[in-house]
């Protein structure tokens, strides 16, 4: 790679002459706007043809401070999106997590605790290594922005985008904010009051943090370059829910200033150093950014763009860093002719009585006393049920504790319980007859066989179009209906005469079993072995009613769900 940079830098002389013409340039690429493709498979340097692995990531999360519930959420709906595929029966699925460690906030947060900057870096990024183990990530990666690897992929990026002519320097005045580390125009920013203080002050609109004015020069990325491009992508259902691509729209359509994307060392030192210039520090959201392609090897051998999961499949991120991953990102791969990525899934924040987390206010979540007081399947569950993606929801532990009792300890572990208790032994012979027919459904058994027959298909098309919520609901109401076929049909009066309730109430818990192992992987596991399904028959291909009855030999009851101890 060194010597394809000597070679990228004796090239300087074609930027000098971009530069001194730059009032008449405009990008020969952005004269027509080429067809969005999205490949699935690449040709290998053999010839041969080389399936692309499934790629999936969480934005890296800011090292400043620590985490707090919603830093859970977005690795819990990431996990859940990995773990789905490996029920496809992907194996090769890939999820990317990690952590940003550069820019102006984490100068500043290192220098107020008075610790060596990278000392910092290392003691908060473990924090959030021991929070994705806490929640059960199964992630494949954790990269971290101060790796050298990371480093050489954004130095390199930054010079294929100089020396492509997409880079100029020039004076920038406008709103920065420290905490979004990040320029705004004046349309995005107006007056406010700060509720701690009562004090007026100027703050983005979209995010409400704090901007101070500042001059600088620095260097500057053609995004106006891309205005039409950018709209076509959005044509294609780029954003998920398209609720958030409106506001995006919008925006875009009304024109878009270049960007700015280095800070003088004066201000930055904390960063990736601008090559060939040690006056410039490379602006921390170009930095973030690329960490998806170092994941996947950038930059890339000829032919090998997709062997490690290039473009990504799905890119989670808050509402909060839209613009980032749906404007600038998008924009940054066009310009070197990139593959984009196939979708970016955004979701809303967590509020506490409707009002935004805030550590100045003291309603900050922290996540692992919700894990150790609840359990991480419980709060997997909670998250991914009421969490919103159109919309933000609200947290507290009563709804926490009400979610548990309804739909996991009176619903799943409620139905396994009786289930075994009314089989009396027999639930193996009563599942084997209803197979073979010996044991005839009556008009309310064959309504509730049609809903179980329903429920794999629904469930998958919810996660095709990547609403992990809908499908998590969509298998609690059939556990609910569960609940009041079982009631209603009273089995425990004469089993002998109820097989078919028996057996359809058993695959209840086997189907749904299967379906909840993305979303809690622990207790879902715990449901199949306690039916005794064979670890080998748990894939969605084997989530069909009737499709494997060989499970239910001598089981015993067991308590699912222990009572929750309810502080007072």
């Known amino acids: ?5 000597g070679g990228f830098r004796a090239l300087s002389w074609a930027n000098q002459l971009l530069y001194s013409h730059r009032s008449s340039w405009k990008c020969a ?9 999205y490949p699935r498979r690449y040709a290998t340097t053999s010839g041969g043809a080389s399936t692309k692995p499934y790629y999936i990531t969480t934005p890296i999360f800011y090292v400043n ?4 519930v919603g830093h859970l959420y977005t690795m819990v709906i990431a996990d859940v999106l990995k773990r789905w595929r490996t029920l496809l029966g992907d194996t090769e699925a890939q999820l990317l997590t990690g952590t940003d460690e550069h820019g102006m906030k984490i100068q500043q947060a290192a220098s107020a605790a008075g610790i060596d900057t990278q000392a910092f870096c290392d003691r908060n990024c473990q924090t959030f290594k021991e929070l994705a183990r806490a929640a059960n990530m199964d992630y494949n990666h954790f990269i971290r922005t101060t790796d050298p690897a990371h480093k050489e992929a954004v130095q390199y990026f930054w010079e294929m985008l100089e020396h492509r002519g997409y880079i100029y320097n020039a004076k920038h005045e406008g709103w920065y904010s420290v905490s979004d580390e990040t320029f705004y125009p004046q349309s995005q920013v107006h007056l406010s009051l700060d509720p701690s203080t009562g004090k007026k002050r100027m703050t983005s609109i979209e995010t409400g943090k704090e901007v101070e004015w500042s001059s600088e020069t620095n260097y500057h990325f053609r995004l106006s370059a891309f205005q039409d491009r950018l709209l076509e992508l959005y044509k294609t259902g780029f954003i998920t829910p398209e609720h958030y691509a409106g506001d995006v729209i919008k925006s875009v359509s009304a024109g878009l200033p270049d960007l700015s994307i280095s800070r003088p060392v004066e201000r930055l030192t904390w960063g990736v150093p601008v090559p060939s210039d040690n006056t410039q520090t490379i602006y921390v959201w170009l930095d973030a950014l690329v960490n998806y392609l170092t994941k996947a090897g950038y930059p890339f051998p000829p032919g090998e763009g997709g062997r490690l999961g290039w473009p990504a499949d799905v890119h989670v991120v808050g ?10 990102w998008p924009a940054f791969l066009m310009a070197l002719d990139l593959p984009i990525p196939r979708n970016v899934l955004v979701h809303g924040h967590w509020t506490m009585n ?13 996540p692992f006393f919700a894990i150790d007081r609840f359990g991480v399947d419980t709060m997997r569950f909670f998250l991914a049920f009421q969490g919103g993606l159109a919309s933000d929801a609200d947290y507290d532990n009563s709804f926490i504790i009400r979610d548990y009792k309804k739909y996991l ?4 572990g409620n139905i396994a319980h009786r289930t075994i208790g009314c089989a009396k032994g027999k639930l193996r012979t009563y599942i084997v007859n209803a197979v073979s027919g010996t044991s005839q459904p009556t008009r309310v058994d064959q309504q509730y066989q049609a809903m179980l027959e329903q429920l794999s298909t629904k469930v998958a098309k919810h996660m095709e179009n990547l609403n992990p919520r809908a499908a998590l609901q969509e298998i609690m109401t059939v556990v ?3 609940n009041k076929y079982f009631h209603n049909s009273e089995p425990w009066r004469n089993p002998e005469e109820h097989q078919r309730v028996l057996f359809n109430v058993a695959e209840s818990m086997r189907i749904t079993g299967i379906l909840l192992q993305p979303f809690m992987p622990n207790k879902s596991k715990e449901v199949l072995d306690l039916f005794r399904v064979d670890p080998a028959k748990r894939t969605l291909s084997d989530a069909g009613y009737a499709s494997n009855p060989d499970y239910g030999e001598e089981i015993k009851k067991k308590i ?4 929750l101890i309810v502080e007072s």
Do not use: W
């Open 1 to 5: 790679m060194a010597s394809l940079r």
């Open 29 to 37: 690429s952005c004269k027509v706007t080429p067809t969005i493709r």
């Open 65 to 68: 401070a620590a985490p707090h």
């Open 319 to 328: 509402k909060d860093i839209v613009r980032f991953h749906c404007v600038y």
């Open 354 to 366: 409707r009002a935004k987390m805030s550590k100045s206010t003291g309603n900050v979540v922290n």
């Open 409 to 412: 300890q009176q619903g799943i």
């Open 480 to 482: 609910l209906q569960t």
């Open 560 to 563: 699912l769900f222990e009572p």
